[in-house]
């Protein structure tokens, strides 16, 4: 079936440095979301890429959308604290008349002050 | 700012009891969603609902889970005989097109 892979599955980092995760597909997807997720709450959309090729930036996020459509990366700088939760990548696949999306394996980010 | 609000946010049940979980999905919205999130796995579709009737359904969707639109605000997610393999957090999403999703906070099922 269709999966979105994530990388790396965790990561502890030290606050303030810079941080990299990554998705990838077997399968084109035309626009590709990054969510947050902290213990015990809803995703939260942090960036939504429409366009291949496409870099988009929100505060000390910034993520791109691969040029093959197959892949993106997410990109946050100067990490705090506050960063702490599970990255998750997704894709909408069309089904009847909407989208269903479908969601990458994680990236479980660890901050440590 | 608008959001999709969800009760109860924790739900404990017998097995083989029936469960409501509720949502309110954002005011403007057409389409509405249930995801499922076993504890430590990832987020996965159920079932999408828009003009009053299922769009899709995935295949844990299964005959025990129905879902409704009973007025203009809520949207409920019934699970009709609980398994202990329910247990798990149920995300509401709802969008105003075919567009970006927006996901409640979620609710905790545990099924004894």
């Known amino acids: 079936g269709q999966q979105l892979n994530q990388s790396p599955q965790s990561m502890f980092i030290q606050e303030g440095e810079d941080v990299s995760m990554n998705c990838t597909s077997s399968?084109?997807?035309?626009?590709w979301l990054w969510y947050k997720q902290d213990p015990g709450e809803g995703p939260v959309l942090l960036i939504a890429?429409?366009?291949?090729?496409e870099l988009t930036s929100n505060g000390r996020l910034t993520a791109q959308f691969g040029i093959t459509r197959k892949d993106s990366f997410l990109n946050i700088s100067a990490s705090i604290p506050s960063d702490v939760g599970i990255y998750f990548c997704?894709?909408?696949?069309?089904?009847?008349?909407?989208?269903?999306?479908?969601f990458g394996t994680g990236t479980r980010l660890k901050v440590l002050a | 700012e608008p959001e999709v609000t969800q009760t109860p946010s924790h739900q404990v049940t017998q097995m083989g009891q029936e469960v409501i979980l509720r949502c309110v999905p954002i005011?403007?919205?057409?389409?509405f969603y249930w995801y499922r999130q076993i504890l430590g796995q990832k987020v996965e579709f159920l079932v999408s609902?828009?003009?009053?009737?299922?769009?899709?359904k995935s295949e844990i969707f299964d005959d025990q889970f129905s879902v409704e639109r009973p007025d203009g605000s809520n949207f409920t997610l019934k699970i009709r005989s609980t398994k202990l393999e329910d247990s798990a957090m149920y995300f509401c999403?709802?969008?105003?097109?075919?567009?970006?999703?927006?996901f409640g906070p979620g609710t905790r099922l545990t099924v004894l």
């Open positions: 890429l429409y366009k291949a090729g």
């Open positions: 999403a709802s969008a105003s097109s075919t567009d970006t999703q927006y």
């Open positions: 997704a894709g909408p696949r069309a089904t009847s008349g909407t989208y269903k999306y479908i």
């Open positions: 399968s084109i997807f035309n626009t």
């Open positions: 005011s403007n919205h057409l389409y």
């Open positions: 609902f828009y003009n009053n009737e299922i769009s899709e």
